[in-house]
C-alpha cells in the first residue's frame, strides 16, 4: 500500500514511511524510534531530525494512553463535511508519543476529559482506506 491508502483526504502516494499503512492494514498503529540516538517518532519519520540519522525502526503504540486535550469540531474541513461534529484529542502514550486524532463516536461527549484512557484503534474507512481513531 502506499499513503494514497491513508485518511479521508489523501495529498501524496509516495512516502519514505509508507509501511506505516501497511501496518494499520494488519491493525496496528506505529512510530519510529532512531537506533542512534533513540529519539522516537509520530507520525514515524525515516529521518531523525535530533542526530540526523536514517537508520530507524518500527514500534507499536498500544497504550492505553491519557487524554492532554481535546476539542469539537462543528465545521471539518474538505472531505470532513460527513463526520462532523467530532472530537479531536491529543493522547500522551507510554510508549513515549504524543497522537492527535479523532476520538470515536462510541465514546460519550459529555464523558471526555483531560486525565481519561484511551487507546489508539485502527480503522478502515472503505476498502482501500485507512486510518486509526481513538476508543475508551
Known sequence: MDFSNFGVVSFTAQA?????????????????????????????????????????????????GKLVTHSTVNFGPSGFEEVQPYTLGIVDFPE????????????DPAGIKSGMELRPVPQ?????????????
Do not use: H
Request: aromatic letters at 10%; glycine letters at 6%; proline letters at 4%.
Open 16 to 64: 519514505k514511511s509508507a509501511a506505516f499503512v501497511d501496518y494499520l492494514a494488519e491493525g496496528k498503529l506505529m512510530g519510529t524510534v532512531c537506533k542512534k540516538c533513540n529519539k522516537k517518532y509520530f507520525p514515524p519519520r525515516m529521518d531523525c531530525a535530533q542526530c540526523l540519522g536514517d537508520d530507524v525502526e518500527w514500534f507499536e503504540i498500544k497504550g492505553p
Open 124 to 136: 478502515k474507512l472503505s476498502e482501500e482506506k485507512l486510518t486509526y481513531e481513538f476508543e475508551a
Open 96 to 107: 513515549g508519543v504524543r497522537v492527535l486524532a479523532k476520538i470515536s463516536k462510541k465514546v
